[in-house]
C-alpha cells in the first residue's frame, strides 16, 4: 500500500520551506515522538519507531506522503543529509509508528531526525528537529559492576518487628581534565536511586529504574549529564534505597509469604547499584568512569529508613553537606564492595503452591539464596518516569487531641509531601497518612493493614527554618497528621506532592450533571493515584501490586485519559515476564510470590486483554507481535484445560469480585473470558497478517459460542445463571445469538430496574460486571436506562460514591457512608479509597456518551456517535442534556460537544487532520439536518450515508463542523 518514491528534487523542496511559519490552511507535523516518547534518551530499539501528527485548520486536510530524514549531527539535518536515514518521499497517510530503516544504529547513538508532510495539493513543510539517542545494546558496552555495602546483617525472620535500613550513599570523585563535549550517565540498581553530579540531582525521575522481576530483567536509564560535568575536579554521588527489590512489598508481610515469611528481601538481600559515565572530550578522546571498588559508601546519612510501605526516617541532623560534590572528605566512608562479594545468602522463600490433587493451595518453603545475581537481561527502560507532577494546598488543619495536627489536602492522591518547620534540632515529628479521617476526627489507618505509612523527620535545628520531602516512599492519602510540631503549623507546614507515572493526560468531560462531573475528577485521580510505575490496585494499603484483573478492566478507560503508551510497554513487559510454566497469566504483574492459585479467571486474561487493547487505542501492532508467543502460549493453556469448550471452575476464586446477591459461577465467568481472549486474538491475528491463526481463532470463538449457547442460553433468550453480570458478560463478548440478542438485553434491563427500591439502585455488579453493564445496556437500545443508572445517588452506584464526598474511585461502593462511617458491611482493610476497577464507567462516558470511539486502530477512522438520553426517560432528575468531551488521540484531538434542548439537538465535533470521521446526529430525517447553519447540501466535506436507528450518518473529513438537527425522533 506505501510506495517509495525517491524524488531527488524532493529534499530541496521541502529545504525551501524549512523553517517557514506555518500558514492557514497548511498541514504541519508536530509532536515528533520515538517509542511514544519525545525526544528519549537510551533507546534500545533497534529499529525505534517515529511517529508525529499533522494539524492543520482547513477541511478535509491528508497527509499525502512524508519524508524522515535522521541526522547523525544536528548540522546534518539542518543540510537536509539523512546521513542515517532518508525515507524517501513516501506516499503514505501514515504518521504512527513509522519503524525506523536506516542505517544500522550501534550504542550510543545520536539521532537527529525531522518529518516533511505533504497535503493533498503537494505542498510540502518540515517538522521542528527532534532527536534521540541509542542506549548500551550490549552487555560488553558496560564496563560497570554493581557495587554495593558490606552488609553483615543477619537475614531478619521476625514478622513482628520491621527491619528498617538505611539507605546507602555512595560516592567517586574524580578529574575531567579536558574540554567537555558531551556526558552520559548510564545506570540502574538492584534497589531503587538518585543520583547527583556535583551537588546536582540528575534529572527528576522517582523510583528508578522501576519495578520489573529483577531476576529475569532491569532496566537501566540514560541521563544527558553534559552540564553538570565540569573541566577540573568533580563527584558523582548516588543515594540507594530497597524499593522493591529488598523492601517489604505487598501482603507479604500480613500472610506470611515471601523470603521467611517476612514480605522483604523478595529478589535479594543487599541493593546494589551499576553506573558508568561516558565522557566525550571536544578532543574526540573518551574517559568512562564506572562503579567499581574505588567508590566509597555510608549507611551514616540521614536516610535512616526508606521503606515504600513502612515510610522514611529522616535525620536532618546526619546530611553531611557536599556530599556529592568535589572537595569532600570521605575519609570515615567505607570503601564499596562489588556485589557478589556479599556472597551467597541462603533463606527460605515461602509463597504458595498449585495444588497437586484436590483444590488446596498450601504455602510451601523452598531454599533459596538471596545474594547477588546480576539480571538475565539488562534493558532500557521503555515507560515513562514517575515524578512529582502537581502540588496541592491544605483546604483545612484540624487538632483532634492536643499536639495533634490533621491537614486536610482536600483530595485523596498518591504521593509525598513538602514539610516546612522552624525549631530545635532533635525535635522529631511524626508525619502519618490516611484516606479518610473518623467521624471524631481521628485519622483512619485500618486499611492501611501492615504498611506502616509512618514518616519521621528529625530536624538539625537550622535557623532559617528547613524543609524536606521523602524520597524513598510514598503514600496514598488526604490526611497527613503531624505530631511533636514544634508550635502551632500554619497551612504553609505541609504541601501534597502528587507523585505518577508522567503520562500526559489527554482527556476532558463536562456535562450537565455536576455528579457526574465530580465522578469525571474522581476517575481521573484515581488513575493518577494508580499508575506509579505499574498500574497498581491502590497506592495506600500492602499491596499495591499490578493486579491483572483491574489492570484488564480499566485499560480502556486509561486509554482515554492519559497517553499510556509507553507506560503499558514497559508493563506489558512484566506481564508477558510472569507467565507462568503452564502458560497462564497470575493475578499480579510483576509476581514476586504467588499467593493462592496462580492464576483466576479473568485476571489472567490481561495478558491478551491488554496488549489488544493498547493496539486498539495507539495502533500498535509491535506490541502484538512481541506478545505473541505468551498469548499463544495462554491460549494453548486455555484450550488445554478448558473441556468441551467450556471454562473452569477452579483457579483463585475472585470471580466477580465484589458483586452484590447472587455468585455468577467461576466456569461461566471463565468460559465468557475463554471466548473473549479467542476473539481478541483472531482480530490480532488478522491485524498481523497472522491469517491461518486468525481463522483458527475465530473457529475457536465459534466452538465456544455454542458450547456457551447449548449451557447456558434457553430458547426464550433468558440465562441458565441468572445475575446481571452474567447477562452483561455474555452480551458484551457477544455470546448471544443476534436473533435473541434484544431480548436478553432487555432481560438484563428488566433485572436492572425490577432491583431498584427507594434506597437502592438495583445493581449487582461486581468488578466484572459492572464494566460491561451500561456499554451492554447502551447497545440492546436501554442507553436512557443506561444514563439513568449512570445518574443514580442511590446505593449502589457511582453517584452514591460521590454525594458521600468521594474525591477518588473506592474499592466499594459503600467503603464510606455518611450514616454508617465505616462500620458495617465491609472489612476496613479490604477498604482502599483509591481503586479504580469501578471507574472503568469512564470509557463508556467517552464512547457512548460522548459519543468518542474509533473503528479503526489508532484513531484512523473515527466514530462520533453522541447518544443524548430522552429528555423524559429519568423522574428523578434532568436526564443529561449537554457533553462537552475531548480526547487528544494519536492522531490528534477529537472533540464532541453536544446539547440537547427543547429538542434542538447540537453538535459541535473537531476530527484531527488526516483522519476521517462517520458521525450520528440524531435526527428524524436527513432533511432536519443542518451544518454549520446551512442545509447539508452544502455543507463542505459532509457526505450523508443513511438513516439509522433515529438518526443521520455522514461521513466528515477532518475540520471542526457544526451540526444541528431541529427534532429528535
Ligand atoms: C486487590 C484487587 C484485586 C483482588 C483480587 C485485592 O486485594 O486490591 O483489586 O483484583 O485482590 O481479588
Not at 523553517?19 to 537510551?42: M, Q
Not at 510451601?364 to 546480576?374: C, E, I, S, T, Y
Not at 486509561?558 to 503508551?565: G, I, M, S
Not at 484531527?912 to 454549520?932: G, L, Q, R
Request: hydrophobic share 35%; net charge neutral.
Amino acid at each position: 500500500m506505501i510506495s517509495k518514491l525517491r524524488i531527488a528534487a524532493v529534499g530541496t523542496v521541502c529545504a525551501l520551506l524549512s523553517g517557514s511559519v506555518a500558514v492557514a490552511g497548511k498541514l504541519e507535523p508536530v509532536a515528533l515522538r520515538c517509542e511514544y516518547r519525545a525526544n528519549p534518551l537510551g533507546v534500545d530499539e533497534t529499529q525505534p519507531r517515529l511517529t508525529w501528527r499533522v494539524e492543520s485548520d482547513a477541511r478535509g486536510a491528508k497527509q499525502s506522503a512524508y519524508q524522515i530524514l535522521v541526522a547523525s549531527s544536528p548540522e546534518s539535518l539542518k543540510r537536509n543529509t539523512g546521513d542515517l536515514w532518508d525515507s524517501g518521499q513516501t506516499t503514505s497517510s501514515d504518521t504512527v509508528n513509522i519503524a525506523y530503516a536506516g542505517k544500522p544504529l550501534a550504542s550510543r547513538q545520536q539521532c537527529f531526525w525531522k518529518v516533511c508532510v505533504w497535503d493533498a495539493d503537494g505542498n510540502a513543510q518540515w517538522s521542528g528537529p527532534a532527536s534521540w539517542t541509542m542506549g548500551l545494546l550490549k552487555w560488553e558496552d558496560w564496563s560497570a559492576r554493581y557495587i554495593s555495602f558490606r552488609d553483615s546483617t543477619p537475614v531478619w525472620k521476625d514478622t513482628q518487628k520491621l527491619f528498617l535500613p538505611a539507605a546507602r550513599q555512595y560516592r567517586k570523585a574524580f578529574t575531567a581534565d579536558k574540554r567537555i563535549q558531551r556526558a552520559t550517565i548510564y545506570s540502574t540498581a538492584l534497589g531503587i536511586y538518585e543520583l547527583y553530579l556535583n551537588g546536582q540531582r540528575i534529572g527528576d525521575a522517582r523510583f528508578e529504574p522501576g519495578w520489573s522481576d529483577y531476576h529475569q530483567r532491569a532496566y537501566y536509564w540514560t541521563h544527558d549529564v553534559t552540564s553538570l560535568v565540569r573541566r577540573g575536579d568533580n563527584a558523582l554521588g548516588a543515594w540507594v534505597a530497597d524499593g522493591w527489590y529488598s523492601g517489604y512489598i505487598g501482603f507479604g508481610l500480613l500472610t506470611g509469604i515471601g523470603t521467611e515469611k517476612i514480605g522483604r528481601y523478595t529478589y535479594g538481600k543487599t541493593p546494589a547499584l551499576m553506573a558508568q559515565l561516558e565522557i566525550e572530550y571536544a578532543d574526540g578522546s573518551r574517559e568512562t568512569i564506572v562503579t567499581d571498588r574505588s567508590w566509597k559508601v555510608t549507611g551514616d546519612g540521614p536516610i535512616r529508613e526508606g521503606d515504600f510501605l513502612m515510610g522514611e526516617f529522616y535525620d536532618a541532623r546526619k546530611e553531611m553537606n557536599g556530599w556529592a560534590s568535589a572537595g569532600f572528605d570521605d575519609s570515615p566512608w567505607e570503601p564499596a564492595i562489588l556485589a557478589g562479594e556479599n556472597g551467597s545468602v541462603p533463606a527460605t522463600f515461602y509463597e504458595y503452591a498449585n495444588p497437586r490433587s484436590g483444590d488446596k493451595v498450601e504455602i510451601q518453603g523452598r531454599p533459596v539464596d538471596l545474594g547477588f545475581k546480576r539480571p538475565a537481561k539488562l534493558e532500557a527502560f521503555p515507560g515513562l518516569p514517575v515524578r512529582a507532577i502537581e502540588e496541592i494546598k491544605p483546604i483545612a488543619i484540624t487538632s483532634p487531641t492536643n499536639g495533634v495536627y490533621i491537614f486536610n489536602l482536600g483530595q485523596n492522591f498518591a504521593g509525598v509531601v513538602r514539610l516546612k518547620v522552624k525549631g530545635p534540632a532533635g525535635t522529631t515529628i511524626q508525619l502519618r497518612y490516611g484516606e479518610m479521617l473518623h467521624p471524631d476526627g481521628r485519622l483512619m489507618t485500618e486499611n492501611l493493614r501492615k504498611a506502616r505509612a509512618i514518616d519521621h523527620y528529625v530536624l538539625r535545628g537550622d535557623k532559617d527554618g528547613e524543609e524536606w520531602t521523602a524520597r524513598f516512599t510514598f503514600h496514598g492519602f488526604q490526611y497527613v497528621e503531624l505530631t511533636g510540631f514544634p508550635g502551632q503549623p500554619g497551612k504553609d507546614a505541609i504541601t501534597g506532592i502528587v507523585l505518577h507515572s508522567d503520562t500526559p493526560l489527554t482527556s476532558g468531560f463536562e456535562c450537565s450533571d455536576p455528579v457526574a462531573n465530580r465522578l469525571f475528577k474522581n476517575v481521573v485521580w484515581t488513575q493518577r493515584a494508580n499508575f506509579l510505575d505499574l498500574p497498581t490496585d491502590c497506592p495506600q494499603r500492602d499491596e499495591r501490586f499490578g493486579w491483572t484483573g483491574d489492570a484488564q478492566i480499566y485499560v480502556r478507560a486509561a486509554t482515554y485519559n492519559a497517553d499510556v503508551a509507553a507506560f503499558y510497554t514497559k508493563w506489558i513487559r512484566e506481564l508477558m515476564e510472569s507467565q507462568r510454566p503452564s502458560g497462564t497469566f497470575p493475578g499480579y504483574a510483576p509476581y514476586p510470590f504467588q499467593h493462592g492459585w496462580d492464576f483466576g479467571t479473568a485476571w489472567c486474561d490481561a495478558g491478551v486483554i491488554c496488549p489488544w487493547t493498547i493496539w486498539q487505542a495507539y495502533g500498535d501492532t509491535r506490541i502484538i507481535e512481541r506478545c505473541w508467543p505468551n498469548m499463544v502460549k495462554f491460549l494453548d493453556w486455555r484450550r488445554a484445560t478448558s473441556r468441551d469448550f467450556l471454562g473452569v471452575n477452579y483457579g483463585n476464586d475472585w470471580g466477580d469480585w465484589l458483586s452484590f446477591g447472587g455468585k455468577t459461577p467461576l466456569d461461566y465467568i471463565d468460559t465468557c473470558y475463554f471466548a473473549l481472549s479467542s476473539r481478541l486474538m483472531a482480530e490480532m491475528a488478522r491485524a498481523t497478517g497472522k491469517h491461518a491463526e486468525a481463522t483458527v481463532y475465530r473457529e475457536l470463538f465459534s466452538n465456544i459460542k455454542a458450547a456457551f449457547n447449548q449451557k447456558y442460553v434457553k430458547p426464550d433468550g433468558s440465562l441458565a445463571v441468572d445475575t446481571q453480570t452474567a447477562y452483561a458478560l455474555a452480551l458484551y463478548v457477544d455470546l448471544i445469538p443476534a436473533g435473541l440478542r434484544a431480548r436478553t438485553g432487555k432481560m438484563l434491563a428488566d433485572k436492572l430496574r425490577s432491583g431498584e427500591t427507594a434506597d437502592n439502585s438495583g445493581m449487582t455488579t461486581g468488578f466484572l460486571g459492572t464494566r460491561p453493564l451500561l456499554p451492554v445496556l447502551s447497545d440492546v437500545g436501554e442507553h436512557d436506562l443506561a444514563v439513568r443508572h449512570f445518574q443514580s445517588r442511590k446505593f449502589p452506584s457511582w453517584g452514591y460514591e460521590v454525594e458521600q464526598g468521594a474525591t477518588t474511585i473506592w474499592e466499594r461502593w459503600n467503603s464510606y457512608t455518611k450514616e454508617k462511617g465505616f462500620g458495617g458491611e465491609q472489612n476496613a482493610s479490604m477498604n482502599s479509597f483509591a481503586h479504580y476497577s469501578f471507574g472503568a464507567v469512564c470509557e463508556w462516558m467517552f464512547f457512548r456518551l460522548a459519543g468518542i470511539d474509533s473503528t479503526a486502530p489508532g484513531y484512523r477512522e473515527i466514530i462520533i456517535r453522541p447518544s443524548p438520553p430522552s429528555p423524559d426517560s429519568n423522574p428523578a432528575r434532568e436526564p443529561i442534556n449537554w457533553v462537552k468531551a475531548h480526547y487528544d488521540s494519536v492522531r490528534g484531538r477529537i472533540e464532541s460537544n453536544w446539547t440537547l434542548k427543547q429538542g434542538r439537538f447540537e453538535l459541535t465535533t473537531v476530527i484531527p487532520a488526516n483522519t476521517t470521521a462517520t458521525v450520528y446526529v440524531p435526527a428524524k430525517d436527513s432533511a432536519d439536518v443542518t451544518e454549520n447553519g446551512k442545509p447539508l447540501a452544502k455543507g463542505a466535506g459532509v457526505d450523508f450515508l443513511r438513516m439509522e436507528g433515529g438518526r443521520a450518518v455522514f461521513r466528515v473529513a477532518s475540520g471542526r463542523y457544526r451540526f444541528a438537527s431541529q427534532s429528535r425522533p
